[in-house]
């Protein structure tokens, strides 16, 4: 039975190979539909249940003074706090986009374990206040080595701003980014204090560590308590309720991206499950004539899930096959909107289900029309 | 003309009491089948003949079981298949009816020797057993040489000896044959009837060919007509 069904999935081969390709686009889509909402929710995926962030709570464009360091620090059950700022500055043009934040180093990379650095690097850059970091992929974007010169137009903080390439870090995770650009934060306080003394000493957010993570909303609640009814009041959460806030303004293209990865399984679906059923029609005398054999409803309705499984699964397997290098494609060409673009486990494997799913449901119609075939009336019809 | 077949066995193995049936078509009942009632006796070679619509193949399909009557007793082997499930009838057929149509039918995508192993695929044969089975089928039938052949690459006259091979195979109790000479030439056709007079006089197999040519027809032992749904008497020459 077996040799039949293969011998029946190559009886036509150009139907055979454009169904086989239809699904291999149709799971190549999937998969790299679904790998860019993980990309979006890599910085969800990334963050400790460690780690709270305080903001300010009117919105993340309100800063905070630096001044509430030392009273978040004070806190019982808070072992480490560190503060950073969104810099936002262009690096040749507008296009060379690339996430920059002054940060509060050394203490933002002791929370952060994440970014690794070499020892003699990541010194080199703590004691460089014009030094900075950036993350592996940038550096490769750009062709950075160590000691390159760096400079920033700011946008936020206006002014240019030239910088020292100390250390270059890479993730310790899959889902870390390594698409990121760090300098002192006191070299940029430094440079308002003389060009804008009124934005000083003031942060975009403090990251906070704690020592246990299931001591993390009482700590929010406390470091918030601190400064109620304050000027700058603040809002703390957890670094993955900040992260997902990012997430949720692109919810409905999140959203939509989930859909059209579904329709796309949809539209293949029907596709193989057209396919299998013109075969299935086709085949209707043969189907007959096995049944005057003996050969029972569950054995016809084998033979056509086989071959719908197979040809559903080639389909799946080259699909993932080229989501590889299409994943890699994604990671080059749009490597500075996707940083993270994490082809997981999950994914492939959830494509190779769907696959099969998709092979299951596709052989239902026409095997239960074969199996109900009444030998008779089709030996007729055929005849 | 009819040819004397071999010594038959009295104990008759189809017994056929007031049968009938009809199909729906639409709101109307067209009815093909009444009342018919036939022996048949094992080792018999019987030609049912009849014009178009007369109802032969019917008569033929529920004997082989492939069809389910309105009513009526149908006896096979001292065994009511009206009375079988479905499953039954797929066990039973395998075991005791094989088939030959008209257009061969046989797997376009399986060559000669696959198409006539179809059928051990169901028993507790293992492959080597088959293969001696299917080699020794393809012998009887002069098709030694085209095992490895595909349907697309024998001529007619080949495929349907193929078929007759795979009817053969299982070693049942009955052959049923519709309209096999339907889609041969004369020599094949020969060829063909010649094969089943062997199989009927050699090895004593049961054959029931429906037919509407009288040459084909004459090879077999005992002729009976059908003339709108009715069995006409065994001594009613009335041309059909």
Redesign the interface.
Known sequence: ?L??TW??V??HPLRASLTVLGMAVAVLAFALLRTMVAAWYAGVEAASPARLVTRNAISLTFRLPLAYLLRIQALPGIVGVAYGSWFGGVYIDERHFFPQFAVDVPRYFEIYPEYVIPENPKLSFFQDRRGCAAGRQLAARYGWRLGDPIILRGTVYPGEYRFILRAIYTGREPTTDEGRFFFHWDYLNESLKKTAPDRADQVGWFLVKVARPELAPTLAEEVDALFKNSLAETLTETEAAFALGFVSMTEAILMAIQVVSWVVIGVILVVLANTMAMSARERL??Y??????????RHLAGLILGESLILALAGGIVGLSLTFPAVHLFRTALGQYFRVFPLTWGTLTLGLGVALGVGVLAALLPAWRAARV???AA??K?? | MTRESAPVSPAPLVEISHLYKSYRRGSQDLVILQDISLTIASGEFLALMGPSGSGK??LL?LI?G??APDKGHLIVKGIDITRLT??QL??????E?G?I???Y?L????TAF?NVE??L??TPLNRRERQEHVDLALELVGLSDRRQHYPSQLSGGQQQRVAIA?ALITDPSIIAADEPTGDLDRQSANDVLNLLSRLNQEFNKTIILVTHDPEAASHAARIRRLIKGQLLDENDRRQT
């Open positions: 039975m040799k039949l011998r029946n190559i009886r005398g043969e007959a004539v096995l049944k005057t054999m003996g050969f029972r409803p009444s030998t008779a030996l007729r055929v005849g | 193949t019917t399909n082989a492939l069809d479905e499953a797929a066990s039973w057929r395998a075991r009816v088939f149509f008209q257009f039918y797997i376009p995508v399986l696959e179809l059928p695929l169901l795979r």
